[in-house]
């Protein structure tokens, strides 16, 4: 099932990690992509008595986590700092995956849609439900996943064909968070600026009853600010793009094991002064798709290596 309509709309936020999230996957929670109206205020009738108005005590709002930004050039006090968003971005991260596919099944299902925003931005969102057969171990598929995100540039350049350069650091395999400052020359004509951090976590099977299941969870959000690395408008497109990718186990109707990908990814091309032809929005989108389906594959590589 795919759907790509394309019209000039608004988002509210490329980050999904920034929509409020029910802290569990309860049964009657709402879907933050479906379209939720705004409550509806009672309509008193004309003729009946106007009740006496009492003065509630404001409700105390509760956090929610924005765009990551590092206001620091010292290594350890930027690491410091994106450690410090990780319990948060992965909490979110899952709270919005176990609503985003509430009621739904775990049969194969994509959802694609594509846009110019209107603050001319140009997005592109995917969400879809992956079944991979045969695999055994939700760990092995999870760390297959994040070694290649940990070597994003050469799997750009690779899949793509476009010239990625890390400007940062490499990120060191088993580290609890990766950045990733990438500098893409796409078709010799124009430059994209990309600045992600990256966290990742694996959750084994509680004990019988619990009622826990074993998952991985994998975050990539797109920083806003960075002091070390700020964006250039001037001479490169910022392209933000932010990722969730869950792994879990499941089972099919005739109740074997199975393990399920599930993904949702939003890209936000960024408005520029700088002059970028349509076929290189569609490079770009397609390039994003490819790295997809790059990983994708990764995945049922770590399968296959795991079957019994």
Not at 76 to 84: G, M, N, S, T
Not at 152 to 172: H, M, P
Not at 279 to 301: D, N
Request: net charge neutral.
């Amino acid at each position: 099932m795919t759907s790509s309509p394309a019209a000039s709309i608004s988002e509210p936020s490329t980050s999904v990690l920034a929509t409020p999230a029910a802290s569990q996957c309860s049964d009657n929670a709402a879907s933050p992509d479906s379209e939720v109206s705004a409550p509806s205020v009672p309509a008193f009738d004309s003729v009946a008595p106007r009740a006496k108005r009492t003065r509630r005590p404001a409700k105390k709002r509760e956090s929610k986590p924005t765009k990551p930004k590092i206001r620091t050039k010292d290594p350890f006090e930027r690491q410091a700092e994106l450690l410090k968003m990780k319990n948060d971005r992965l909490q979110a991260g899952h709270n919005f995956m176990c609503q985003r596919q509430l009621y739904m099944s775990s049969t194969e299902f994509s959802d694609r849609k594509k846009y110019e925003a209107t603050n001319g931005d140009f997005v592109s969102t995917r969400f879809e439900i992956v079944p991979l057969p045969g695999a055994r171990s939700v760990k092995a598929v999870i760390d297959a996943l994040q070694f290649f995100v940990y070597n994003i540039e050469i799997s750009l350049s690779e899949v793509v064909g476009d010239i990625t350069v890390r400007e940062n650091d490499d990120a060191k395999p088993g580290s609890p968070v990766a950045q990733h400052r990438l500098v893409a020359t796409v078709a010799d004509m124009v430059q994209t600026d990309t600045n992600n951090v990256a966290f990742a976590e694996y959750r084994p099977a509680g004990p019988p009853g619990s009622c826990e299941h074993e998952y991985g969870l994998m975050i990539c959000d797109a920083v806003d600010e960075d002091e070390l690395f700020p964006y250039r408008p001037q001479t490169r497109i910022r392209q933000d793009m932010t990722q969730i990718t869950m792994v879990t186990m499941d089972q099919t109707k005739t109740g074997e094991p199975m393990i399920v990908m599930t993904r949702r990814w939003c890209l936000r091309i960024r408005k520029s002064d700088i002059y970028m032809p349509p076929f290189v929005v569609e490079r770009i989108r397609s390039g994003v798709e490819k790295v997809g389906e790059a990983m994708l594959a990764t995945a049922r590589r770590a399968t296959n290596s795991t079957s019994i």
